[in-house]
């Protein structure tokens, strides 16, 4: 049986670390998933020490200054032995980080790991289809959306959640996110292969465990009636 503990944390940004040691040390999941530009690049071996000490995955979204010329959104995974397996930087931005300068980066690529083929969609990506779709068709199981701050107002809500949704069921894979603690909405979500809801919470500040069951719910799907060469205005 193949099955996956996870705790999607919607959590207060202002101590990182001290969020991670608590929810790190909690049996309630195996894998853990934090909000978009939670962490702090000069926290990331901190993290890595904490993973390994709790024998925990953590995949995080990390506000990443580690190049000291630009400053990025990334999405890191780290496995239960404290390694990084992979990392995938935002590649669509909203326009307030092109004023603030983020650089984007410019790579859609699964990411291979003892745990399946996982994916990023972080907070705005996954609005859209074609980084969910390319990572369809790499096979991806589980996309992963850290969001950056929370909703701003409840047709934002209901509209994320619909996107989820649709990401899941058009991709077959599991869709999971979560977003900061803060005075918007808060968010977390985790919505099966064939689009089921398996859980939409708002505004607490917890951990909320969920079971991804590989049995129950099949990933993988069929695009051999896809006709790429009709879809040539979309990388016009």
């Not at 949704?165 to 979560?178: L, P, Q, W, Y």
């Not at 500040?205 to 049995?215: A, E, G, R, Y």
Request: glycine share 6%.
């Amino acid at each position: 049986m193949r099955k996956i503990r996870l705790g999607l944390v919607i959590s207060k940004s202002e101590d990182s670390i001290s969020e991670l040691e608590k929810y790190s040390a909690s049996d309630e999941a195996d894998v853990l998933l934090f909000p978009e530009g939670y962490l702090k690049s000069n926290n990331l071996k901190k993290a890595q020490l904490l993973a390994k000490k709790n024998k925990k995955w953590i995949i995080t979204g990390m506000d990443d200054k580690r190049d000291k010329k630009k400053r990025m959104e990334t999405g890191v995974v780290i496995d239960d032995l404290g390694k990084i397996i992979g990392e995938h930087h935002k590649t669509s931005f909203t326009q307030w980080e092109v004023n603030h300068g983020y650089t984007r980066g410019d790579s859609i690529k699964v990411i291979n790991t003892k745990l399946g083929k996982l994916g990023f969609a972080i907070c705005y990506e996954i609005h859209f289809p074609e980084v969910p779709r390319i990572l369809a068709l790499q096979g991806v199981e589980i996309i992963i959306n850290p969001i950056g701050t929370g909703m701003w107002h409840e047709e934002q809500f209901k509209q994320w959640n619909a996107v989820a949704k649709t990401r899941a069921s058009e991709s077959n894979a599991f869709v999971i996110g979560c977003s900061h603690f803060n005075d918007c909405i808060p968010i977390a979500f985790a919505y099966a292969p064939d689009g089921e809801c398996l859980v939409s919470e708002r505004s607490v500040n917890k951990l909320i465990p969920i079971v991804l069951d590989f049995d129950k719910y099949k990933t993988g799907k069929n695009f051999s009636q896809r006709r790429p060469e009709l879809y040539s205005d979309l990388i016009k």
